[in-house]
């Protein structure tokens, strides 16, 4: 079984404070996705890292994959209630099916006004 | 918007009667996949599928049926609903890139 630990479990802030969330593996993965999931939805993709050492950013939400394709972190500037929610990692075994993701247990963050 | 729907999205049921929960989407994606969301445990796969009339099992699929007879409909049976059974059901696509799963709302189901 491929795990992917996601740290920390909670997280509460002030709005305008930075965090950042890690998502880890002893195993390497083809590529890695991050959701965000609100009370009562399903997650919802935020982004798809491929390559090792890749940095992708969707406003002041920054994600990079780990040279080694094994861990990634997703950064948020200036955190906003609106950014509210359960972070996801998810990811593909490198070398295993690419039918099926393996899936962090989330990272509950919550800001507060 | 994936197109994605998922009923009913509430419901009761008492220990020992089946439920089928079924998922629906619009946009002909080959592969389907039911997911169930418990606290502490994350998201866990229960059953997928990679065509009409083809699935394979997950990782928590004991207890749970799936059937799907068309493209667009994945459904999930509980033979006999148990209460370590409670849970939130999402069922799931895989988009055109490989990599990417789209969710649906979610079912929440209790089981008493």
């Known amino acids: 079984t491929q795990l992917l630990e996601q740290s920390p479990q909670f997280l509460s802030i002030q709005e305008g404070e930075n965090l950042t969330v890690y998502c880890n593996s002893s195993?390497?993965?083809?590529?890695l996705q991050w959701y965000r999931q609100e009370p009562g939805e399903g997650p919802v993709l935020l982004v798809t890292v491929v390559t090792g050492g890749e940095v992708k950013k969707l406003k002041r939400l920054t994600f990079q994959f780990g040279d080694a394709r094994k861990d990634s972190s997703l950064h948020i500037t200036a955190a906003q209630p609106g950014d509210t929610g359960l972070y996801l990692c998810a990811g593909h075994n490198s070398g295993g099916s690419n039918y099926k993701l393996t899936f962090g247990k989330g990272t509950l963050l919550t800001v507060n006004p | 918007d994936a197109g994605i729907t998922q009923s009913p999205r509430h419901k009761v049921t008492e220990t020992g009667t089946p439920v089928t929960l079924r998922c629906h989407q619009t946009e002909n994606h080959r592969y389907m996949y039911w997911y169930r969301q418990d606290p502490g445990h994350g998201l866990r796969l229960i059953h997928y599928?990679?065509?009409?009339?083809?699935?394979d099992k997950g990782e928590v699929s004991d207890g749970y049926s799936v059937s799907r007879s068309k493209t667009e409909d994945f459904l999930l049976t509980l033979e006999s609903a148990t209460s370590s059974q409670t849970s939130v059901y999402f069922c799931a696509i895989r988009g055109t890139d490989s990599y990417e799963q789209y969710f649906g709302p979610g079912t929440r189901l209790t089981v008493t």
């Open positions: 599928s990679y065509g009409v009339k083809d699935t």
């Open positions: 195993s390497v993965f083809s590529s």
